[in-house]
């Protein structure tokens, strides 16, 4: 009798151990679930937010808030397709710029860079990584802004532009005429959307190049040792190789500098010119919706006020469809590499 109660208690103590841990389980599943469920709901709730904020802006002017050009508060007149053009394509420019640069510099990094190189300029990018965007701003404004008027502008316009400055049509915008248009500009200040792209590009320089060169050290050393036996030159074996194993997370590095250039405020605010016209020339001032938003938000009322909430939401619309262009981007370069 005392025997077969001395085996029973062990066996309870497991019982309730194991029930225990079971309870906590899913307590710790609850937990989890309910952190993942916050990012949802906070999620919802900005694109909500905007929404209503902005849905007198949507109602007043329907589908041509999308389609016009016409900013004009005094009139309660306003369109988005100003501020939407400026994001975009200062966001293109930046990555245009970025890409092919943070791309060297990773290569440099991995492949070529002496050790005792590497970890400085490592170092260095990371901290370009932390400086505040006002910073980036202000430097364009008071030093590459004035710069790129007195000596960039200038050249763009006379050999590319279709208004040089001896009265004469450059060959390429005669033989051009769009690239003429693009770099055509007779206004003396450097602010302009040009200007904000290359800036922009400036700031998520790091974020990209930081990310390659993550990517590009997990490439198992053998198969470049493999390659460089077999006689391949260092440019072969980034292009046979390194890219072909890392190109989803260089992909994912790329979209994640761009979701930094849609988003920035303070940087292109100062030096994008802030103007509400929309001009094919690269070399005129623009506005974002960024720099609207913060321009304008402080003294915004009635109408004003709910045609920047719209803004916001097209903001939230445009981030979130770049990101799913991105997760399908990297589906389907998954889908092609069998995994």
Avoid at 26 to 37: H, I, S, T, Y
Avoid at 264 to 283: D, R
Wanted: aromatic share 12%.
């Amino acid at each position: 009798m005392q025997a077969n109660e001395a085996a029973s208690a062990p066996f309870s103590t497991q019982e309730v151990r194991a029930r225990r841990d079971a309870r906590d389980d899913r307590l710790f599943g609850w937990l989890l679930k309910g952190c993942a469920l916050l990012v949802l709901a906070s999620l919802l709730g900005a694109a909500g937010a905007t929404l209503w904020g902005g849905r007198d802006a949507f109602a007043h002017f329907g589908l041509g808030f999308l389609t016009s050009s016409e900013w004009n508060p005094s009139d309660d007149v306003y369109g988005a397709l100003v501020p939407v053009f400026g994001t975009l394509i200062t966001s293109f420019i930046a990555l245009l710029v970025a890409v092919p640069i943070s791309f060297g510099i990773a290569l440099y990094l991995s492949e070529v860079a002496p050790p005792w190189l590497r970890t400085p300029v490592s170092s260095a990018i990371e901290l370009l990584a932390g400086i505040p965007s006002i910073i980036y701003g202000m430097w364009g404004l008071f030093v590459f802004a004035p710069f790129f008027a007195d000596h960039v502008k200038p050249w763009l316009t006379n050999y590319l532009g279709n208004q040089p400055d001896d009265g004469k049509v450059s060959w390429v915008a005669a033989h051009v005429p769009f690239i003429g248009r693009m770099f055509g500009n007779d206004n003396p200040f450097g602010g302009s959307v040009l200007t904000a792209g290359i800036v922009l590009a400036i700031m998520i320089i790091p974020f990209i190049s930081s990310v390659m060169r993550e990517v590009f050290q997990t490439v198992p050393t053998r198969l470049k040792e493999s390659a460089y036996a077999l006689g391949s030159s260092t440019w072969e074996v980034v292009w046979d190789i390194v890219l072909p194993y890392t190109r989803s997370a260089v992909i994912g590095g790329i979209f994640l500098g761009l979701g930094r250039a849609l988003g920035e405020t303070m940087a292109v605010t100062f030096i994008i010119g802030n103007k509400m016209k929309l001009s094919p020339s690269l070399l005129d001032p623009g506005a974002s919706i960024a720099s609207t938003i913060a321009n304008q938000f402080g003294e915004a009322a009635g109408l004003q006020k709910s045609a920047l909430m719209a803004l916001a939401f097209l903001l939230f619309v445009v981030t979130f469809i770049v990101l799913m262009i991105a997760r399908l981007m990297l589906r389907r370069l998954a889908h092609k590499e069998g995994r």
